[in-house]
């Protein structure tokens, strides 16, 4: 079992750059870009190995373990995306799952203490998250993006502020089409911190990616 402890203050702090990636969304090596990634400073991953070309069976969960092992090492927070049995397998920090997934409140039974994730898109599904016992939320699509196949159509920024206008306190991460230079933005609208997925797994240069999106982050706390 890994050694993290979870308060609402560590939370927050894994949120800052919070990386997402499976081996289809990388066009190098997946274990390099995550390597990469982790070199210039992301704060927590999330293992999603999903869609067209991606892993099954035996060979997603010995990438997934192989990259728990990699975010052990360094300690960085390793989540599993919608598969609640792999993520106990393999002995994951959390889950996240989204609101066609595996009901939040069976996860939580399911997890324990581990880190819950659940993805809403406006405040109604953000609060039914927090009575389920989520840990945070991801809420997106905030830009238009690519990489989800079935994704909703882009809410903009002004869902973060309505969420913090109507008394949600809980750490909020933004995901969908988000890059260095609207992540600043994010967060001044009321996240904590960005998921990001093509902005660093086909970056030329992860780290470099990673270190710009920091400063872009820290650059919107200030
Ligand atoms: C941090 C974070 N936020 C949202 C999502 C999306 O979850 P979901 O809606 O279940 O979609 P899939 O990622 O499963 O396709 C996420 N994965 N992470
Ligand atoms: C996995 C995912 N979930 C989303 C949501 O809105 O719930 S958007 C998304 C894809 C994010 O990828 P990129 O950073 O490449 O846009
Ligand atoms: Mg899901």
């Not at 990259?67 to 360094?74: A, D, K, L």
Request: hydrophobic share 45%; charged share 25%.
């Amino acid at each position: 079992m890994s050694d993290l402890v979870w308060n609402e203050t560590a939370i927050r702090r894994a949120m800052q750059l919070y990386f997402i990636m499976g081996s289809n969304n990388c066009s190098k090596a997946p274990l390099h870009v995550l390597n990469e990634a982790i070199e210039g400073g992301i704060t927590m991953f999330q293992f999603r190995e999903k869609g067209s070309g991606a892993l099954k069976g035996d060979g997603k969960t010995k990438l997934a373990y192989q990259m728990r092992e990699m975010c052990r090492r360094h300690g960085v927070p390793f989540i599993v995306n919608d598969d609640v049995d792999l993520a106990l397998a393999i002995d994951a920090d959390g889950v996240h799952v989204g609101q066609k997934d595996e009901a939040a409140a069976a996860v939580r039974l399911r997890i324990g203490s581990r880190l819950l994730g659940v993805s809403a898109y406006n405040r109604e599904e953000a609060e039914a998250a927090i009575r389920c016992g989520a840990d945070y939320v991801g809420v997106g699509p905030l830009f238009a993006t690519k990489t989800k196949e079935d994704a909703k159509a882009a809410s903009g920024l002004h869902v973060l502020a309505e969420l913090r206008e109507a008394g949600i306190t809980i750490p909020i991460v933004g995901i969908g089409g988000i890059t260095a230079a609207n992540a600043g933005e994010v967060i001044r609208f009321g996240a904590d911190g960005v998921s990001v997925i093509t902005a660093i797994s086909l970056a030329e240069q992860p780290a470099a990616a990673v270190r710009e999106l920091r400063q872009a982050v820290l650059a919107g706390k200030s």
